[in-house]
């Protein structure tokens, strides 16, 4: 299997929505909802290709989300450790402090577009949550926020986000109380009100036009980050592009831009948390929340639980399209464990004027062990998706502070 | 042998009432008491849909959740629920059974393996959820090659075109589900407008079974009895819930709630 040139990641799959030959992807869902998603994947199409549309995603990108997000080299650190030039694309200073801003504000303008009044969306670290409120309420939508409760509880400067953003924040406390039973409940409501609502899913997971459309949205993170790797080296230096992996949406918007480059030139590590690593851990592929997928499941085939102190990465699946980039060796994917997570969140908050989340600490820790290790000419960018406010109490619970 | 679910079905029209199907969870609450809640209804049912428990799944309401839990809780696995099949074939030859779940507990065991497991133990038919038309054609191709019948779904969103395909395909059973939902939550629709529907369907395919679930209580079944067979479930497995609750036997209140149901379509 070979990734084809010039052709977006999120299109190359075949007219049932499968990538790879048919190893994932897809649409597992109810009769119910194929109608719905059908609909939905008419009207995405019809609107990644209107001029009017992108004229508006833009504006909000822009005014709405702040616009670019800041590229710099990290002095302290790179000096620090010895190695690789290391850069940071601070994804976190956008307005909503993660990534999931893009995605969330994408979902809102379709949902608008489609004419549907409600809009429903799963969250774990609660950043897709939170900026899916905010986005809803910025374009006078209802908002219905699904979240294990276990999330509830340790994401809870989020969940507060969401409230005064007037969206309904709904406890999920089947299974783990986590992620995936928020997920599944989530397509639960939408099975039940797919006549009503638009199903804002939070990761590059699901059926194919919701990984499609996330990844889509996601994708401005890399299309920023060219244009300012040309400005600071005037052309696309040797790059590693380090990024977390969750549900693996960060990680597709930081890398789309770059697939096509020799993987030599531009490689792609993705790192995952130690006990919630599908694609690190050649993990069986099985079918959840409607694709095939790399994924932890038992001998008998139920999803299996995970364990994270990062919420947004205490997911048993991953993204069809990581899968993808996996069977063509076109990314690397590896992990770390919470310690090594919290390890590098205290190295880079003491060098740097960064607080990262928890879930960018993953990949901080990777820069961390593999930059000694490289020369001076290597240049090392890791995408810092989200701000740590949301894991103040986490970090000094573990380690005892949190920098201000 | 001809397929004992086309039987049925001209059985039960023939005493000029529709099908009665159960569905329960195998192994809920545990597998004793689901062969046995199994056995009891047998004489009142026509044909037994049994699910196969997921810890993921994605279009079952509460009471099925509920169910599933319990018999995940007490251990059940792809290898009981065959031996259980096997049990109650036995005992309830002319009884035709359902297995239905989702596509993740076939794929992880194996489509070709699974299927001849199903042919082995007296499997009669399938229900796959989330494997819908035409991702499903291949699939439905081997149960057919196996003599098992693949039931195909049409929702209240199917379009008449796509109806037209999926009837097309379909086997001798085809499952209408009554509203936009998950299952087993109170009717959102009148039992006037799920018949116009079920005609719709019936008009499209005469020589089809098509039988109708979702929502089906006590006291919404009477009133969908022209139809060519009704399927209840959640209601049963709120009966399981409830008798755990206060403590009562399961067995003797599925077995009576049964009773009441099949009397209201006689």
């Given at each position: 299997m070979k990734l084809k040139k010039g052709i977006n990641i999120i299109d190359q799959?075949?007219?049932?929505?499968?990538?790879c030959n048919g190893k994932f992807g897809g649409n597992f869902v109810a009769e119910t909802a194929r109608k719905p998603i059908e609909d939905l994947s008419k009207l995405f199409e019809k609107l990644r290709r209107s001029k009017k549309f992108l004229k508006k995603r833009d504006f909000y990108f822009k005014h709405y989300l702040g616009g670019e997000t800041p590229f710099f080299k990290l002095n302290n650190l790179t000096k620090y450790l010895g190695g690789a030039q290391i850069w940071c694309k601070d994804v976190s200073a956008i307005n909503g402090d993660a990534h999931k801003a893009y995605h969330a504000t994408v979902n809102a303008l379709i949902c608008k577009e489609s004419g549907k009044k409600f809009i429903a969306g799963d969250t774990g670290a609660g950043m897709f949550g939170k900026n899916l409120a905010l986005a809803a309420k910025e374009m006078k939508l209802s908002a219905k926020i699904f979240m294990g409760t276990k999330d509830i509880s340790r994401q809870a400067p989020n969940v507060k986000f969401m409230r005064e953003a007037g969206a309904e924040v709904v406890p999920v406390d089947s299974g783990s109380k986590t992620l995936v039973d928020a997920v599944s409940e989530c397509m639960r409501h939408y099975v039940s009100n797919c006549d009503t609502t638009h199903l804002a899913v939070g990761?590059?997971?699901?059926a194919n036009i919701f990984l499609k459309i996330c990844a889509w949205s996601t994708s401005q993170i890399s299309r920023e980050l060219k244009r300012q790797l040309i400005k600071e080296f005037g052309e696309i230096p040797k790059l590693k592009l380090i990024n977390v992996i969750g549900g693996g949406s960060s990680a597709l918007g930081f890398w789309n831009e770059f697939i096509d480059y020799d993987k030599k030139h531009v490689e792609l590590i993705g790192v995952e948390a130690k006990y919630a690593a599908p694609l690190a851990t050649n993990a069986k592929v099985a079918i959840l929340h409607g694709a095939a997928q790399y994924c932890l499941t038992d001998k008998e085939g139920q999803i299996a639980e995970t364990h994270s102190l990062s919420a947004g990465l205490d997911y048993p699946g991953s993204s069809p399209l990581h899968g993808l980039l996996k069977d063509t060796k076109r990314a690397r994917y590896t992990l770390a464990s919470d310690k090594e997570a919290l390890n590098a969140f205290k190295l880079v908050s003491k060098l740097e004027n960064l607080r990262p989340s928890l879930e960018p600490a993953h990949a901080w820790s990777e820069c961390i062990r593999i930059a000694p290790k490289l020369k001076k000419s290597d240049v090392i960018v890791v995408?810092?998706?989200?701000?740590g406010y949301k894991d103040k109490k986490i970090y000094i619970e573990n380690i005892g502070y949190y920098p201000e | 042998m001809k397929n004992s679910i086309d039987n049925i079905f001209k059985e039960a029209k023939k005493q000029n009432r529709p099908a009665l199907i159960s569905y329960t969870v195998?192994?809920?609450?545990?597998k004793e008491n689901s062969l046995n809640i199994l056995n009891s209804i047998s004489e009142n049912i026509d044909i037994a849909e049994w699910g196969i428990a997921?810890?993921?799944?994605?279009?079952?309401?509460k009471e099925i959740q509920n169910s599933s839990y319990r018999a995940l809780t007490n251990g059940i696995k792809l290898k009981n629920i065959f031996q259980m099949v096997k049990k109650y074939k036995k005992n309830n030859f002319s009884k035709p059974i359902i297995l239905m779940g989702y596509y993740q507990m076939i794929f992880n065991y194996g489509e070709v393996k699974f299927i001849k497991k199903c042919k082995e133990v007296g499997v009669d038919g399938l229900i796959v959820v989330d494997l819908s038309y035409p991702d499903n054609k291949d699939f439905a191709k081997l149960c057919k090659k196996n003599s098992i019948c693949f039931v195909q779904l049409i929702a209240p969103t199917t379009s008449k075109q796509r109806m037209k395909e999926i009837l097309k395909v379909s086997d001798t059973m085809v499952y209408m589900i009554?509203?936009?939902?998950?299952?087993?939550?109170?009717?959102?629709?009148?039992t006037k407008k799920i018949i116009e529907n079920y005609k719709i369907v019936k008009k499209i395919s005469p020589s089809k079974n098509v039988v109708i679930g979702f929502g089906i209580t006590e006291k919404t079944i009477g009133k969908l009895k022209s139809a060519d067979g009704l399927v209840v479930g959640s209601a049963i497995c709120k009966e399981i819930s409830k008798s755990l609750k206060h403590r009562q036997n399961p067995v003797t209140n599925v077995s009576k709630l049964v009773k009441k149901l099949k009397s209201k379509i006689l």
């Open positions: 799959h075949d007219k049932f929505g499968f990538y990761s590059a997971i699901g995408n810092n998706c989200g701000k | 195998c192994g809920d609450n545990n997921h810890n993921c799944p994605t279009a079952d309401g009554s509203m936009i939902s998950t299952t087993g939550s109170a009717l959102k629709v009148t």
